[in-house]
């Protein structure tokens, strides 16, 4: 039987003994949070020993069922909600989080807790019957995917249908009358595909949710990750159930990840995706081109603020770069997660000297924490110039230039790697499920994505050259070939990827380097300076 006791993200609730053993990276970091006062969610944690335990064969739905439901009982009290009620409804989502955190390799599901009578409901006590009916659709698309196991395409097939009869570019634009069709529509499918309706209980929604998030660790995706991070099997995931905050309340709402230093160069800038009027999936997910994170300075000035705040704050509460998903409502900032930034070789030594240089971390931390770098391959590349004309232009997640045949799915870069020739994948979205060919990859070209999404995060963690966002790129596996711009290319085509510049061209170009001599003469002077910590730790910690 698991531990039946529950962990708290709420202000004045005790961290477990065990820390992230217990609770996973994610709830973990979220405590801290709360503890430094910065804004986050009301939310409960159901500790890793679940999932060991789901692993042998248990717990009993009934002892789930207490768990969740007395987790729900703190979160009523926390909010002034009621789960399932038919006013003031309260919303969950459903997180994994692993002692050691792997970006996007585990599920989540969002807005669980809908009734049949939850749509108006919530249009009362929000006044927004757009947002009522985004989130009912959004909750049967992605229970369907995640909990049911059902295919995507059919879902994703009647939004493109409701995008076209409506005339928009995207489901952002959809009005709530189209969207309460959508949602109709999606809830006919899913009876159709599961052979049974859409549950309209909402414990029996949350406990299918957190199960789903259980299996999720033993995910293909997450053993592969596991494995190549050397990560234990055994350790199980935390599920955090968490107060939906929304993103897609309308022109002053909206998701984002940020980083904050540049994790592909380490430059100590925020570095930011965006999606206004959307959740935090759009974002991470990989199946969607997020372009509005140049707005927030002119539509939200005093969120970005906010986030420059944040930033500062991050560093210094967890002395790291930091990688943070936040969820903007009716512009109110709330964060959600955060955990130490993955970043290229590059990024992590120029990261680790200036922050020695700047008093955020003593010399020795700094020495330690290259000391697993191979200092000696750490260049910075780039294309021998004149260079020819580009075929198309994407959004750089990943630095450096790759050139090498096209695969177009994973299993080709296999192919490719087992011949000792590094390939290109190219693939329509920036999904984790690709992470086998990434990892043997040369370079990712998607033509959606974001550069924080999941699959460009482990890309760059890898030091693979990626461009994402790539609106010239069309993909066609059944005759496996690619479009980019105006040129065909079949698979095994040469092509080059500008991760400096974010251009693709075709055919391999010749490439120069040079070394970080800037951040390799700060390295060289830490190692002379004292191995205790400086002035201005000292007093800082004083």
């Not at 609730?13 to 973990?28: C, L, Q, Y």
């Not at 939906?244 to 998701?255: D, I, K, P, R």
């Not at 499920?433 to 040369?442: F, K, L, Q, V």
Request: glycine share 10%; with cysteine.
């Amino acid at each position: 039987m698991a531990d039946p006791s529950l962990c708290f993200i709420l202000p004045n609730a005790e961290p477990p003994e065990g820390g992230a053993e217990t609770v996973g990276n994610k709830a973990f970091n979220l405590m801290r949070l709360v503890q430094a006062a910065l804004p986050v969610p009301p939310a409960f944690v159901l500790p890793t020993s679940w999932c060991r335990a789901r692993r042998r064969g248990g717990p009993d739905a009934n002892a789930l069922h207490l768990a969740l439901r007395a987790g729900i009982a703190r979160l009523e009290a926390a909010t002034g909600l009621g789960f399932g009620a038919p006013r003031r409804p309260l919303l969950v989502s459903v997180r994994s989080g692993g002692a050691v955190s792997m970006p996007g390799m585990m599920e989540t599901v969002l807005d669980v807790g809908f009734t049949p009578h939850t749509p108006e409901a919530l249009i009362r006590l929000t006044g927004n019957p757009r947002l009522a009916w985004d989130c009912y659709r959004r909750l049967v698309q992605g229970y369907a995917e995640t909990v049911a196991g059902l295919p995507p395409a059919p879902f994703d097939a009647l939004r493109r249908d409701a995008i076209t009869a409506a005339r928009v570019d995207n489901e952002r634009e959809l009005d709530h009358r189209a969207l309460r069709h959508l949602t109709q529509a999606m809830l006919e499918r899913y009876e159709e595909l599961a052979g049974a309706p859409f549950p309209a209980d909402p414990m029996a929604q949350l406990m299918a949710a957190a199960d789903a998030v259980m299996r999720s660790w033993d995910a293909p995706k997450a053993a592969a990750y596991r494995r190549l991070q050397g990560l234990d099997d055994e350790a199980g995931t935390a599920v955090t159930v968490q107060a939906m905050v929304f993103g897609n309340a309308g022109g002053t709402s909206g998701a984002g990840v940020g980083f904050t230093r540049d994790p592909a160069t380490g430059a100590n800038t925020l570095y930011v995706d965006f999606c206004f009027n959307g959740q935090g999936e759009d974002v991470v997910a990989g199946r969607r081109t997020i372009t509005d994170a140049g707005q927030i300075r002119r539509l939200l000035p005093h969120v970005d603020r906010e986030l420059e705040s944040v930033r500062t704050r991050l560093e210094a509460l967890f002395r790291d770069a930091q990688d943070f998903e936040f969820t903007v409502q009716d512009g109110r900032l709330f964060l959600l997660q955060c955990r130490h930034a993955q970043r290229t070789p590059l990024a992590a030594l120029r990261i680790a000297v200036e922050m020695a240089d700047g008093g955020l971390i003593t010399p020795s931390e700094a020495l330690a924490r290259v000391a697993g770098i191979d200092l000696d391959n750490i260049h910075i590349t780039r294309f021998v110039e004149p260079l020819p004309p580009k075929l198309a232009q994407g959004v750089v997640a990943g630095a450096g230039v790759a050139s090498g045949p096209i695969a177009l799915d994973a299993e080709a870069a296999r192919r490719f790697a087992a011949s000792r020739t590094p390939a290109v994948l190219v693939r329509a979205e920036t999904l984790t499920s690709d992470i086998a060919g990434i990892t043997c990859a040369a370079g990712l070209l998607t033509g959606a994505g974001s550069r924080t999404s999941h699959a460009a995060v482990v890309a760059r963690q890898l030091n693979k050259v990626c461009l994402v966002s790539c609106p010239a790129l069309e993909v066609d596996l059944t005759a496996r070939v690619c479009c980019i711009g105006e040129m065909k290319l079949a698979e095994g085509t040469q092509i080059s990827l500008d991760g400096n510049s974010g251009a693709v061209y075709a055919g391999r170009l010749g490439v120069e380097t040079e070394r970080p001599e800037r951040e390799l003469a700060m390295l060289t002077a830490l190692r002379t300076r004292p191995a205790c910590e400086t002035g201005r730790d000292a007093k800082r910690r004083g």
